[in-house]
């Protein structure tokens, strides 16, 4: 009996070890992550990279974003319809949204003031 219930809780163990280390799904990048790596781009290539990756997991979802320009002088306005000179833009906040979520992606410095247009392309 004890023989038995000592091999019941090895193969349990095995189990799960073996679902957890093997088989479970992997962990989706958090949209935390993806904008950490957005804001931590170190070149104009890896920055499109990111803004790719983040709008295509909010379209994946059914989502949307909104992406606002702060100015030096500290206004607030929407990029989608901003024409005025990029230099005036100091950072950069995009509100996401999908199903019952939100994030708040902020103080996003651009490299390159053009990448901001890419949350705009359509694809």
């Known amino acids: 009996m004890k023989t038995s219930m000592v091999l019941t809780a090895l ?4 189990g799960f070890c073996l ?7 992997k962990t989706e990048i958090t949209m935390e992550k993806q904008w950490q790596t957005l804001i931590t781009s170190t070149t104009v290539e890896s ?20 992406v606002i ?11 989608s319809t901003y024409d005025g000179d990029l230099s005036k833009i100091k950072n950069i906040t995009a509100n ?6 939100t994030f ?5 410095t651009p490299l390159d003031p053009q990448n901001i ?3 705009f392309r359509e694809k």
Request: aromatic share 20%.
């Open 96 to 101: 996401f949204y999908w199903d019952t979520h």
């Open 19 to 25: 679902w957890f280390f093997v088989l479970k799904p």
């Open 47 to 66: 920055e499109k990279s990111a803004i790719a990756a983040l709008t295509a997991k909010v379209t994946a979802k059914g989502g949307y974003w909104e």
């Open 117 to 119: 247009y890419i949350f």
């Open 69 to 79: 320009g702060i100015t030096h002088d500290g206004n607030h306005t929407n990029m």
């Open 104 to 108: 708040q992606g902020t103080d996003w």
């Open 11 to 14: 193969l349990a163990l095995i």
